[in-house]
């Protein structure tokens, strides 16, 4: 009788124990893919992601950099004032109503082949929003203003 009460201790630990790790990998599956690092175009210059890697690119759209191309594809550069990455989105939604020549962006997408191949770009959200990483890559390199009101 002993053993087979040790017997069965031993099962639903091991059994646990396979829960266990069975739930930590799952766990580490979903915030790998949910991740999404920020790079400004500084970074990005100096150290170009593998052209797998999933990011997300800010900075502030180039004045004079939007090409419209067929559909709801465009081409801008994104520059942070001392880099400047230029971009291609060819996604599914138009062109956000807010975004424009010399407003803060995010493109979501992959760098390849010198140029960043954006799915989904984040626009602000009104006339004076810009993404809090924009703002700080934007002071890093001096090129910052603070809105007027």
Not at 18 to 44: H, K, M
Not at 109 to 138: C, Q, S
């Amino acid at each position: 009788m002993k053993s087979l009460k040790k017997q069965r201790r031993i099962q639903i630990v091991a059994a646990a124990a396979v829960a266990l790790t069975a739930a930590s990998v799952l766990i580490g599956i979903g915030f790998s893919d949910g991740i999404n690092l920020y790079r400004s175009p500084s970074q990005v210059a100096e150290a170009a992601p593998d052209a797998d890697e999933f990011f997300q690119l800010g900075g502030l759209v180039k004045d004079g950099s939007i090409r419209d191309g067929a559909g709801v594809a465009f081409d801008f550069v994104i520059t942070d004032g001392a880099a400047e990455i230029p971009v291609s989105y060819v996604g599914r939604e138009p062109r956000p109503d807010l975004f424009g020549e010399g407003q803060g962006t995010i493109a979501k997408g992959w760098f390849r082949n010198g140029r960043f191949e954006a799915r989904e770009i984040l626009a602000k959200h009104d006339e004076t929003y810009m993404p809090r990483e924009v703002i700080d890559t934007l002071k890093e390199t001096g090129v910052y203003q603070e809105p007027s009101s």
